[in-house]
């Protein structure tokens, strides 16, 4: 089947300094895609989400981009704090509304002090 | 307080013994989740269910067992037939709201074979 991937499994920022997680994902038929937050040993936290008739959507601090032509999704973190230390994963459904997710490996972002 | 409440946190199962994870929500959600995730690795999904009675296999289900027989629980069932149990496991609900099925998780519950 169809897999979500990450460039990086490992990103290193200094404090302060704007970060950018990349996702891959191979299926063309992906309608919506969620980004996902885990501390260590806790549950994964949305932070932001898109569909795919978008190409940016942003939050507090964060935003998404979305590339169908190549398949890619980012996810950028501005002005990094210690506490955006964590795994980053990026997920994505065939369908709008469908319930099921397909999550990706996960990148680990470490903040610098 | 609302929330997804996972239990136990910590559980150890000996060999050959069947053990059942606690997933309880007072969101008033329709669907709920329980994945898999191994060291370093991203969530695989086990089981799901959309409606009360009903559930569906996710793409590890083999050696798991779930039920669904009140919206706010969705137990979860570790068998002696999965023979690589260790691992974390994560429990997830979410609701329709104008075509979106964010899903909302839990703490986790970390499962260790003695």
């Known amino acids: ?12 920022v200094q404090e302060g300094d704007n970060s950018i997680i ?11 895609f969620i980004w996902y937050k885990q501390e260590s040993g806790k549950g994964p936290q949305f932070i932001i989400d898109i569909r795919s008739n978008m190409d940016k959507r942003q939050g507090q601090r964060v935003t998404v981009l979305l590339n169908k032509t190549v398949k890619h999704l980012s996810l950028q973190i501005a002005a990094t704090q210690p506490g955006d230390s964590a795994v980053y994963f990026c997920a994505e459904s065939e369908v709008f509304g469908n319930e099921k997710l397909t999550f990706g490996t996960g990148t680990r972002l470490t903040i610098i002090p | 307080d609302g929330g997804i409440t ?3 946190k910590y559980l150890f199962r000996k060999e050959g013994q069947n053990v059942t994870l606690s997933c309880e929500q007072n969101l008033n959600h329709d669907a709920m989740y329980w994945y898999r995730q191994d060291p370093g690795q991203g969530l695989r999904l086990i089981y799901y269910s959309q409606i009360v009675n009903d559930f569906q296999k996710g793409d590890i289900a083999e050696g798991y067992s779930v039920s669904r027989e009140k919206k706010e629980s969705f137990p979860l069932t570790v068998t002696s037939a999965q023979k690589n149990p260790t691992a974390f496991y994560l429990c997830a609900s979410s609701i329709d709201l104008w ?14 074979v003695l």
């Open chain 2, 99 to 112: 075509g979106k099925n964010i899903q909302y998780f839990g703490a986790g519950t970390r499962l260790s």
């Open chain 1, 22 to 32: 990349n996702c891959a994902y191979s299926n063309s038929a992906s309608d919506y």
């Open chain 2, 6 to 8: 996972q239990s136990p």
């Open chain 1, 1 to 12: 089947g169809e897999s979500v991937g990450l460039h990086l499994p490992t990103l290193s």
